[in-house]
């Protein structure tokens, strides 16, 4: 199989994450026969320091002229105080954007070999299999109007039922490959635009007979999501709800740096660990890079449909931290590493 996938290594940790990220898809390739042409682009910081936009056009070509998308991070303290529209986070969600990617997938789940990491109770974390499925491309982060002065200031929240209904399916559809149970976050109580939420996933419903679907109010939700996160399967929500709980989530399986993430709904998927840049440890080789490693797994099976391949990929990463191995942000007692040893851990385990 031929494919393209352009490598955006972003700013702080992103370059360092993503090279181990890449080294695993090439070891991959080479077992399976593949040919997989990597291209890098510049995006956010890194992008703005060389061109003075975090999104160039030659980057958006090149990602809209690609089979998929791996992203590392963007942003950090040196651009925080530019304008709006030149600083790291914009250049992402402009992406996001004009690749038409509405459905962001958030895989948590608590590895055996980790129960100890989180700061909750082992009986509490272990089993944890989550799929957060957050509403990407509206919402409170893109309405309109929005303003801001120093008396007053705006954002709008705003819904249709198509913007709903299209993450919604693929919410449902996730349940109805996992264990057919979709929970379903909002403030109903509250919201009008949480009202037509509620009421288009009921809509939906019939069509997914085996999907059993519960709804939940945000704020009583933010708890049962660490006093009882084995209750829950597919979560679905919106973007702003998503954005909170999906890192909420991130404390059960003990590290940020553990995390993937994928952003689908357009002809091109963007992939990437749900951490950010980490300035704090940027350069040091001390970045977890199992986020980016199994975020290049969901590449593999949902943007180049290679199931086995990406399983092999996982499976790796588990028998990884099954031996113990780990960096410096997992607690407990292990094998240190830093990022690139940890990812040379991976990839023998692939062979
Ligand atoms: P963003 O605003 O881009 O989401 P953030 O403010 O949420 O970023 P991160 O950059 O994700 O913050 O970092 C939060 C903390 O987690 C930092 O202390 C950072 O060092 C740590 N961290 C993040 N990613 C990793 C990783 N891959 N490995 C180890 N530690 C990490
Ligand atoms: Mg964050």
């Not at 031929?2 to 080294?23: C, K, N, Y």
């Not at 980790?114 to 499925?133: C, I, N, Q, W, Y």
């Not at 069509?207 to 945000?218: E, I, K, L, S």
């Not at 690139?340 to 692939?350: K, M, Y």
Request: hydrophobic fraction near 40%.
């Amino acid at each position: 199989m031929d494919v393209r996938i352009t490598v955006l290594p972003g700013d702080g940790v992103g370059p360092e994450v993503t090279a181990e990220a890449v080294a695993c898809l090439k070891s991959v390739a080479e077992r399976y026969g593949h040919r997989f042409e990597f291209q890098e682009a510049l995006i956010g910081g890194a992008a703005v320091d060389a061109t003075g936009d975090p999104l160039p056009e030659a980057t958006l070509k090149a990602c809209q002229g690609s089979d998929a998308v791996l992203l590392g991070a963007v942003g950090g303290p040196a651009w925080d105080k530019h304008p709006r529209d030149q600083r790291p986070e914009s250049g992402l969600l402009r992406l996001r954007k004009a690749l038409g990617l509405y459905a962001n997938l958030r895989p948590v789940s608590v590895h055996p070999a980790l129960e100890d990491a989180s700061p909750l109770k082992p009986e509490v974390v272990r089993g944890t299999d989550l799929m957060f499925v957050r509403e990407l491309s509206g919402g409170l982060y893109f309405g309109e109007p929005r303003s801001y002065s120093d008396q007053a200031a705006v954002n709008t929240l705003a819904y249709t039922r198509a913007e709903v209904e299209r993450v919604a399916k693929m919410a449902f559809e996730l349940a109805s490959s996992r264990r057919k149970r979709l929970t379903s976050v909002d403030k109903a109580n509250v919201l009008e635009t949480s009202r037509l939420w509620r009421k288009v996933v009921d809509d939906l419903a019939p069509a997914y007979p085996d999907v059993a679907v519960q709804h939940a109010y945000v704020d009583s939700f933010a708890m049962s999501l660490i006093t009882r996160p084995r209750d829950f399967d597919v979560v679905l929500t919106e973007n702003l709800f998503g954005d909170i709980l999906s890192d909420e989530a991130a404390v059960l399986a003990g590290s940020l740096g553990l995390l993937p993430s994928a952003s689908l709904g357009g002809s091109v998927g963007l992939y990437e660990p749900i951490h950010g840049s980490a300035p704090d440890i940027a350069g040091q080789d001390r970045a977890n890079p199992i986020g980016t490693i199994l975020s290049a797994a969901m590449l593999l099976r949902h943007g180049l449909n290679l199931t086995a391949e990406a399983a092999e990929l996982e499976a790796a990463v588990d028998q990884t931290l099954r031996e113990g191995h780990g960096t410096g942000d997992l607690k407990g007692a292990r094998q240190a590493h830093g990022t690139r040893s940890l990812g040379a851990c991976v990839r023998e385990r692939l062979a």
